[in-house]
C-alpha cells in the first residue's frame, strides 16, 4: 500500500506530481475516480493512503464537500489540491476549515511539493499513532470500570456476607449454650443506656462483665482484673478511645487484653485500626439498637482466636 493517492484518470498529470514524486523515490498508486466520486471514500478506506492529492477546479465547492466526508470517514487520511488559478480568500478559509491540509498551485514548485506532501505524511502517522493511544486508552478506560464494577460487587457480596456470619455467630453463642463463665469484659462508655445494653447482652450469653465510665476509670480496673475483652467508645470525657487502647496495648504493667473500639461513625474505621493504635478492632455502633449481635459476637469471635 502506497501513503499517497492521486485522485482522477490517468489523463489527469495533476500539475506532474508523479513525476515529482517518483524524482524522490517515493510511490503512489492512482486511484481512477474523482473526489466527488460515490465510490471514492469506501475505496480510500480500504487502501487508507496517509495523503490524497486532487484536482480542485475554481469555484468546485463539491470537492470541499467531498473532502470533508472523505476527512470524516477516515480522520488520518489528509487532503491536498492542486489547482490551476490562484483561489480567492472565502474559498482557501472554507477549504482549510472542512480540513484541506494544503493547496499547491501549478506550475508546481518541486520541492515545495515535495515538502508539503512529506508533512502531509507526517501528521497523517502523528493522527494515526493518537488514535491508536485514544483506542488503547479507551480500552483501558474500560477494563478499569469492569474491574471497579467487579470488585464493588464483590464488596457488596463480602458486606452481606460478614453480616450473615456475624449473625449466625451469635445465634450459635445464644442457641448452644455458649457460656463462657471464666471470660471477663469491661465496658467503658460515657453513656449510661450502652453500658447497661450491653452489660446486659454479655451478662446473658455467660461473660462476666464490668463497667467504667471513663479511661482513668478502667485503667486501674483493667491491671487489677485483668479483663479478657475491652470495649470502649471513641470519644471519652477524659481522652480518646484510641489512646486509651494504646497506652493499655503499649505500656508497661497492663495485662493482655482484646482491645475494641465501638464508634458510630464508619468513616473512622480505618483510622481507628491503623498500626500505631494497636486496637484489636472497630465495631460500628448499631442506631437503634438493630444490630448489637455485630459487637457480640465479634467479641467472642475475637476472643475465641486468642
Known amino acids: 500500500m502506497a501513503d499517497i493517492i492521486l485522485a482522477g484518470s490517468s489523463d489527469e498529470s495533476l500539475g506532474g506530481v508523479g513525476d515529482i514524486l517518483a524524482a524522490r523515490g517515493e510511490k503512489c498508486e492512482r486511484l481512477e475516480l474523482d473526489l466527488t466520486h460515490p465510490e471514492f471514500i469506501s475505496r480510500v478506506a480500504g487502501l487508507r493512503p496517509a495523503v490524497v ?20 470517514a477516515t480522520r488520518c487520511v489528509q487532503a491536498i489540491f492542486i489547482t490551476q488559478k490562484p483561489l480567492s480568500a472565502p474559498i482557501l478559509t472554507l477549504m482549510f476549515n472542512e480540513g484541506a491540509f494544503g493547496v499547491l498551485q501549478e506550475p508546481l514548485d518541486a520541492a515545495l511539493a515535495w515538502q508539503l506532501i512529506r508533512q502531509a505524511i507526517k501528521r497523517s502517522k502523528w493522527e494515526r499513532d ?18 471497579a464494577d467487579m470488585l464493588e460487587g464483590e464488596t457488596a457480596r463480602d458486606h452481606e456476607t460478614i453480616d450473615r456470619l456475624e449473625q449466625l455467630a451469635y445465634l450459635l453463642i445464644a442457641d448452644r449454650g455458649f457460656k463462657p463463665q471464666s471470660v ?34 478502667a485503667m486501674p480496673m483493667i491491671k487489677k482484673q485483668s479483663p479478657d475483652i475491652v470495649l470502649s ?22 495485662p493482655r487484653t482484646h482491645f475494641v473500639i465501638i464508634t458510630s461513625s464508619p468513616e473512622k474505621v480505618d483510622k481507628i485500626m491503623s498500626p500505631e493504635t494497636k486496637v484489636d478492632d472497630c465495631v460500628v455502633k448499631p442506631h437503634g439498637g438493630g444490630k448489637l449481635y455485630t459487637i457480640v459476637a465479634r467479641a467472642a469471635l475475637g476472643l475465641l482466636e486468642r
Open 233 to 254: 467508645d471513641l470519644e471519652l470525657s477524659d481522652m480518646s478511645g484510641m489512646e486509651f487502647g494504646r497506652k493499655v496495648k503499649s505500656e508497661q504493667g497492663y
Open 53 to 72: 492529492l486532487a484536482r480542485f477546479h475554481e469555484g468546485d465547492l463539491a470537492s470541499i464537500k467531498a473532502m470533508q466526508t472523505m476527512r470524516m
Open 130 to 147: 493518537e488514535m491508536a493511544r485514544d483506542e488503547e486508552l479507551r480500552r483501558l478506560n474500560e477494563s478499569l470500570r469492569q474491574r
Open 184 to 217: 471477663q469484659a469491661l465496658i467503658v462508655s460515657n453513656a449510661e443506656y450502652q453500658r447497661g445494653l450491653l452489660e446486659e447482652e454479655f451478662k446473658k450469653l455467660g461473660f462476666v462483665t464490668h463497667t467504667a465510665k471513663t479511661a482513668g476509670e
